[in-house]
T-cell receptor, first 115, second 114 residues
């Protein structure tokens, strides 16, 4: 058990809808990262938050947004969903100041299916 | 820009034989290198990392990896494969400066044949 909790495990919705994915990091970890895993794109970094503030941005679409709350949990919001957004979305967390030499610990992911 | 290449989509090895999963990387400056394993319907599990120092890094479950700066490689190895090692393996790199997000390879599926 990595200590990172993601909910829900599965999400099925329709095109055009909006969903929110939730992540609770490991106890004490201040950095949260979001990744998208799909068959055609592989594992892609979306965005990182550190102690409530956005720290780095990757290949995140404008339709997607995220935030980290004072209790350090994070939410990833996906809107105007398209078929191509179907993927596994992972949250990861890392300790301390989120230095790049620290391993990230991953949750089990949310599988999003767009019908 | 950082990138990782895992040249083999699939590696098959007989149980008890040594295994190698290959990884090469590209990064500006010195790299931090990681190996992760993913089992079906699970998240990625950290196996080992190279930060600095000894080129041979030992990790979880008997895995080790060899850092080779001149060949920009970080191959994952295990002396004796187990059937339970069958999974998807990802190599990842981050730069020592700047943003610390990971860049992942495309993954290598390891199958250990009984």
């Amino acid at each position: 058990d990595s200590g990172v909790t993601q909910t829900p495990k599965h999400l099925i919705t329709a095109t055009g809808q909006r969903v929110t994915l939730r992540c609770s990091p490991r106890s004490g970890d201040l950095s949260v990262y979001w990744y998208q895993q799909s068959l055609d794109q592989g594992l892609q970094f979306l965005i990182q938050y550190y102690n409530g503030e956005e720290r780095a941005k990757g290949n995140i679409l404008e339709r997607f947004s995220a935030q980290q709350f004072p209790d350090l949990h994070s939410e990833l919001n996906l809107s105007s969903l398209e078929l191509g957004d179907s993927a596994l979305y992972f949250c990861a967390s890392s300790p301390g100041q989120g230095r790049s030499n620290q391993p990230q610990h991953f949750g089990d992911g949310t599988r999003l299916s767009i019908l | 820009a950082q990138s990782v290449a895992q040249p083999e989509d699939q590696v098959n090895v007989a149980e008890g034989n040594p295994l190698t999963v290959k990884c090469t990387y590209s990064v500006s400056g010195n790299p931090y290198l990681f190996w992760y394993v993913q089992y079906p319907n699970r998240g990625l599990q950290f196996l080992l990392k190279y930060i600095t120092g000894d080129n041979l890094v030992k990790g979880s479950y008997g895995f080790e990896a060899e850092f080779n700066k001149s060949q920009t490689s970080f191959h994952l190895k295990k002396p004796s494969a187990l059937v339970s090692d069958s999974a998807l393996y990802f190599c990842a790199v981050s730069a020592q400066t700047g943003a610390n997000n990971l860049f992942f390879g495309t993954g290598t599926r390891l199958t250990v044949i009984p």
